[in-house]
């Protein structure tokens, strides 16, 4: 494993960004003639870093491994390169493309993360901007492999023990609860491409961390700008809620992720990948970013019923409008939904804590633990409380990632416990004959 990068030094925190300039400007190095290394065209000049290999590409640009000459070691730089669909969504934030990028590196504050990807944000000798990052050996989607088509999947039982299931869900969400910790936002684009996975030479233990923080968004509805959220992060892991206009990512909906990933490593698919793979076939031919979203919205509507409170009848606090094509426009009571983020809100104070201009309710969770149920049943060999589990993480059922890490650390020292029964029923076993044996022959004499 690499030694760890540290962290930007820029003094402003996720807590204090308001102070910072909407764009620093950049300080672009300067290289004595002759030092520029020989790197490929469109990717950086440097007289520091030599461009070793491609690593990978998303939709907001490219990440290759890179020789430190100054540092001697190897690292990842993360270079701009949007796709159309990537500059509307920063066009859509209010945001140009030096912002997204510094946000991204300065929205950790200095620390000492365990799962967390440093990462500084610097300047190229011709003034554009990039990324360096620790190299790691692989990322999740390559563990589980999610590049396979889905009989060849590593999934429980097929390449993935208990225990792998286990230590990868306890450090993801190690990782998460760090973030939130650290930064008071949620991540918003939990998925395997996200988390890298390393392995320690000497004593082969796997590690594993949380990076690309450039969705991450506040999860408290009172910082919430004017700019609705929906339509960010990964299909996939994304929380049904937030597919739907005037929604936004919160914790919650973080651990739905989170839930997503687990569901994938034991049922081998991804809770609605059926439903949402479809749907982004025709999604990628939209123009535009809203019209991409509305296609997935549509795909996902039979499985989220939506209530919107209308703003012409607050007179009515005990009632919310129900608009799904399934309650016909009908009235419902309040005390039977609950506001996305906040499982213990209802009713009246349910309203009161959604958004003013546009008051959506999703009391989506019972769909989805219906859905989810069951197929984790027709998986036989998921054990009964990882099913549980499953289901709780994807609904809602944990107040942060922190209770739900907790009852992980629970379920691995139960399977300790049962390894050390199970071993001594086994030798209880085998030596059960060697008893009978010995006593026979004090029997006899």
């Known amino acids: 494993m690499t030694e760890a990068y540290s962290p930007s030094e820029t003094q402003g925190s996720a807590n204090n960004k308001s102070q910072l300039p909407a764009v620093i400007p950049p300080i672009i190095p300067q290289a004595s003639a002759g030092q520029l290394l020989n790197n490929p065209p469109n990717t950086i000049v440097s007289d520091r870093y030599r461009i070793v290999r491609f690593r990978d590409a998303g939709a907001w640009g490219e990440v290759w491994e890179a020789e430190d000459t100054l540092l001697k070691r190897l690292v990842a730089l993360k270079k ?35 799962h967390l990807v440093s990462r500084s944000f610097e300047y190229d000798l011709q003034g554009k901007p990039f990324l360096t990052m ?8 390559q563990v589980i492999g999610d590049n ?43 998925k395997p491409g996200n988390i890298a996975v390393d392995v320690v030479p000497s004593t082969k233990a796997v590690l594993v961390y949380l990076t690309d923080f450039g969705a991450a968004t506040s999860s408290s509805p009172s910082q919430f700008s004017g700019l609705a959220r929906h339509g960010i992060g990964e299909p996939l892991t994304r929380a049904p809620q937030n597919f739907f206009e005037g929604t936004h990512p ?55 019923r939506r209530y919107v409170h209308s703003s012409e009848h607050t007179d009515k606090v005990t009632w919310g409008y129900a608009s799904d094509g399934v309650l016909n426009n009908s009235w419902i009571p309040l005390d039977s939904i609950h506001v996305s983020g906040f499982p213990h809100c209802t009713g009246e104070e349910a309203f009161r804590t959604a958004s003013l201009d546009h008051r959506l309710v999703l009391p989506f969770k019972e769909n989805i633990a219906t859905r989810a149920k069951k197929e984790l049943s027709e998986e036989g060999d998921i054990p009964q409380h990882v099913r549980e589990f499953t ?3 994807l609904t809602g059922g944990f107040s942060s990632a922190g209770d739900a890490e907790l009852r992980v650390e629970k379920f691995k020292e139960w399977e300790v416990a049962r390894r050390v029964r199970d071993d001594q029923e086994r030798q209880h076993r085998e030596e059960e004959p060697r008893f009978r044996e010995q006593k026979l022959q004090r029997e006899l004499e």
């Open 250 to 304: 919160t914790t919650e909906s973080d651990l739905f992720s989170v839930g997503a990933l687990l569901y994938r490593m034991v049922v081998g698919t991804y809770p609605f990948e059926d439903v949402i793979t479809k749907a982004s076939k025709e999604a990628m031919s939209a123009q535009t970013v809203q019209d991409a979203n509305a296609v997935l919205s549509r795909a996902m509507e039979p499985f989220v």
């Open 148 to 190: 396979l088509p889905v009989a060849q999947r590593r999934t429980l039982g097929h390449g993935l023990s208990l225990d792998d299931v286990f230590n990868y869900t306890h450090q993801i969400l190690q990782a998460v609860r760090e973030f939130h910790d650290a930064t008071g936002k949620a991540h918003a684009d939990i």
């Open 80 to 114: 701009l390169s949007p796709s159309e669909l990537a500059l509307q969504q920063a066009r859509l934030r209010g945001k140009d493309l030096d912002t997204v990028l510094q946000e991204e590196a300065m929205l950790i504050p200095p620390g000492n993360y365990q």
């Open 391 to 393: 289901v709780k993480l």
């Open 134 to 141: 620790n190299l790691y050996d692989s990322f999740f989607s």
